[in-house]
């Protein structure tokens, strides 16, 4: 079982940049995507950022503020917040799918999850 770790959550304030973070605990050959999540106070989970091994893909939400970026084995993926807004105040979580070659089993993903709280 892979664990996906998340770091660069904190409190900032509205305008300023956070820098997230998700390692895997191990290499798997057969990552089709990895991306980002947020959960909100009293809101549904929802997609933020994703990336496979072409385009990226970004909620309207974000566009033009938050970029995604990946290592080339697809066991690291980033995400850079930049002009936040209080309503971008979530928990981020980090997902990873695709199907193991190694144990032959498809997989889906998550991290603990990692706050961000953007003050006004």
């Known amino acids: 079982q892979v664990q996906l770790v998340e770091s660069g959550g904190g409190l900032v304030q509205a305008g300023g940049s956070l820098r997230l973070s998700c390692a895997a605990s191990?290499?798997?050959?057969?990552?089709?995507?990895m991306g980002w999540h947020r959960q909100g106070p009293g809101k549904q989970r929802e997609l933020v950022a994703s990336?496979?091994?072409?385009?990226?893909n970004y909620a309207d939400s974000v566009k033009g503020r938050f970029t995604i970026s990946r290592d080339s084995a697809m066991n690291t993926v980033y995400l850079q917040m930049n002009s936040l807004k209080p309503e971008d105040t979530a928990v981020y979580y980090c997902?990873?799918?695709?199907?193991?070659?190694?144990?032959?089993?498809?997989?889906?993903?998550w991290g603990q999850g990692t706050q961000v709280t953007v003050s006004s």
């Open positions: 997902n990873q799918r695709g199907f193991d070659y190694g144990s032959r089993k498809s997989f889906n993903s």
């Open positions: 191990k290499r798997i050959i057969g990552v089709d995507a």
């Open positions: 990336i496979t091994g072409g385009s990226p």
